[in-house]
């Protein structure tokens, strides 16, 4: 770990026996010494009470010219501060990414199992640390700091670059975002075990055969050749809006509620079920029809919620449901879903349109709109929307 160590040296200039000599603080990490494009770069580990000191971000007054990053999305920091004091016994974060502008030291400990790999490098405490990748996480450790720091004596990862200029700096933070991906919120969802809404989706998926086979767990797109109907994602994003309120003191029963659902529904579109049994192809049905698509799911989750929440027994939704199959849900009925699920043909996943789209919906299982979605219907028909 870091530590702080205090060494004499020559003033620059001085000479001769009696040569004045200076007092110079220096940082001390033990390191790992490497090399990417023959230049060397150092890996070390930094207790988070030092990372508001060390690390700094570059002035957010400068112009994007003169700046080696982005600005920062302040939104974004109380989130991740929140998520580590949440889950300060198991949240995980990635290295950060620096560049330090001074002469720094490095001595292997030279013992024949690490070479010269391993050892301590000595940094001026007169040294500028600029973090290239990683200036969200560095603030909201700040920020979680200030509320819990006991936190302080843990640690984080540091890749440190050794400055070369502007130019070299904006060239690190170009490269290291040129390939970053983030990860389709299917397999999030799949592998996210603190959200109770994804452990309900799973759960729901796994419980019912037809789902279980028909749903793309990894990605959140289908392509035309996929032999899945939904996507994890539009699932969890349908069921928020099924259960929103509903029995929120109880897993267990959200789960039956919400399978119990989502079976009634399936047995509103025989499509499904013949797409399970090999006799349609999943790509026809996503492109003749909307009923499978996410902006659907999400709009009978929505219509769901209310079902669930005025029904005064068990199942006493279900008639309402078998309406279904009285709207016309193929693609090209342009007269019910252009400019509702559809714009110009090609279904939309936009705000408005699931609100029109759950209009629609709502209006043929003979449920009243409520105003938002009434005020919206209204403007589309007046050609306003």
């Known amino acids: ?10 003033i620059a200039g001085a000479t001769g026996s009696g040569a004045s000599r200076a007092r110079m603080f220096e940082y001390v990490f033990p390191a790992i010494r490497g090399v990417q494009a023959r230049r060397p770069y150092y890996v070390t580990m930094c207790p988070l009470r030092l ?39 198991s949240y995980v974060f990635s290295a950060l990414t620096a560049s330090v502008d001074a002469e720094v030291g490095f001595e292997p400990f030279d013992t024949a199992d690490t070479g010269e790999r391993v050892g301590t490098l000595t940094i001026p405490m007169s040294a500028r640390f600029v973090i290239n990748d990683g200036q969200h996480r560095r603030a909201a450790i700040q920020q979680a700091l200030a509320q819990n720091p006991e936190l302080g004596d843990e640690s984080i990862a540091i890749v440190l670059f050794l400055d070369v200029g502007l130019d070299r700096c904006q060239q690190m933070f170009a490269d290291l975002n040129r390939y ?49 109907l939904f996507t994890l994602s539009a699932l969890h994003t349908a069921n928020r809006a ?20 989502w079976e009634a529904v399936a047995d509103q579109f025989p499509d499904w079920a013949e797409v399970r049994d090999r006799q349609l192809s999943a790509g026809e049905i996503r492109r003749d029809f909307i009923h499978s698509h996410g902006i659907v799911l999400h709009a009978l989750g929505k219509i769901g919620c209310t079902m669930l929440s005025a029904s005064t027994k068990p199942g006493a939704w279900m ?67």
């Open 242 to 261: 099924l259960l929103d309120g509903i029995e929120p003191d109880s897993l267990e029963r959200r789960v039956d509620l919400a399978a119990a659902f």
């Open 1 to 10: 770990m870091a530590t702080i160590v205090e060494r004499p040296v020559d």
């Open 180 to 228: 970053a991906i983030r990860p389709a919120k299917s397999i999030g969802v799949l592998y996210d075990h603190r959200d109770e809404m994804a452990a309900i989706t799973r759960l729901v998926v796994y419980r019912l055969p037809l789902f279980r086979d028909l749903t793309e767990t990894e990605s959140s797109n289908l392509s035309t050749r996929s032999r899945k």
């Open 319 to 385: 008639p309402r449901l078998r309406k279904l199959s009285s709207l016309d849900w193929r693609r090209d009925n342009a007269a019910t879903w252009e400019g509702r699920a559809t714009l110009g043909g090609r279904v939309s996943k936009g705000s408005a349109n699931v609100l029109l789209t759950t209009a629609t919906i709502r209006a043929a299982v003979g449920l009243p709109l409520p105003p938002e979605e009434q005020r919206a219907d209204e403007a589309l028909r007046r050609g306003d929307a």
């Open 51 to 89: 990372i508001p000191r060390l690390f700094v971000f570059d002035e957010e007054e400068l112009v994007p010219e003169l700046r080696a990053q982005r600005t920062l999305n302040k939104a974004r920091i109380p989130e991740i501060a929140r998520y580590i004091l949440d889950n300060s016994d």
